[in-house]
Every structure is written in structure tokens, then in C-alpha cells.
């Protein structure tokens, strides 16, 4: 069975629509970006947020550390997603929840 993803973004504090290719396209990134790192378990749930240059996530709950090397990497990857969107200008910080069912 193919996992359902439903993500959630808000770019400088405002919520952004998402079409069904974006919200499939985000969840799975977003899942395969947090399914590399070290400590992670079968992702249900996670939450990536951006704050100037800090990248901070949560999966289950579960707050992950990060080196300065994958959060920037996470950062550049996610900033480049993002501000690719139409309406989206300018990215200052963005809070992106995923759902994996």
C-alpha cells in the first residue's frame, strides 16, 4: 500500500495553499530529508521549521539535533522548494508539518 502524505506550510508566519502535487511532493521530500538523518525512526509525523538560519525538527514528536552541516544543507534545500511557489516571494522563515499515513 502507497503512503498518503499531507503537509501543511506557512512561509513568514502565513499559511500557503498547496495542490495535490505540491503537498505529495513536500511530504515526501521533507520525509526523505528527516529519514537520513541519525535517530530516526519510522516517520509518522514531523515538523521542519526554518527561523533566520536555524532549521529546527521534530519527528514524533521527537526533536532532532542537528550539525551545522545538515542544517544548512536541510535550510538551503527546503529555502530553494519553498520560495520556488507561486505567491511566495521572500522566505524568512517557514513551518512545514507532514502527516505520513
Known amino acids: 500500500m502507497a503512503l498518503v502524505y499531507k503537509s501543511k506550510l506557512r512561509v513568514n508566519k502565513t499559511s500557503v495553499e498547496l495542490n495535490a502535487f505540491v503537498d505529495d511532493f513536500l511530504g515526501r521530500t521533507c520525509e526523505g530529508i528527516v529519514s537520513s538523518l541519525r535517530g530516526v525512526d519510522k516517520v509518522q509525523k514531523l515538523t521542519i521549521r526554518k527561523d533566520k538560519d536555524e532549521i529546527k525538527i521534530t519527528v514524533n514528536g521527537k526533536e ?14 527546503l529555502t530553494a522548494l519553498v520560495s520556488s511557489l507561486k505567491d511566495v516571494e521572500r522566505v524568512d522563515s517557514f513551518d512545514i508539518e507532514v502527516e505520513v499515513k
Do not use: A, C, Q, Y
Open 64 to 77: 532532532i539535533p542537528l550539525t551545522p552541516f545538515p542544517n544548512d544543507i536541510i535550510r538551503n534545500t
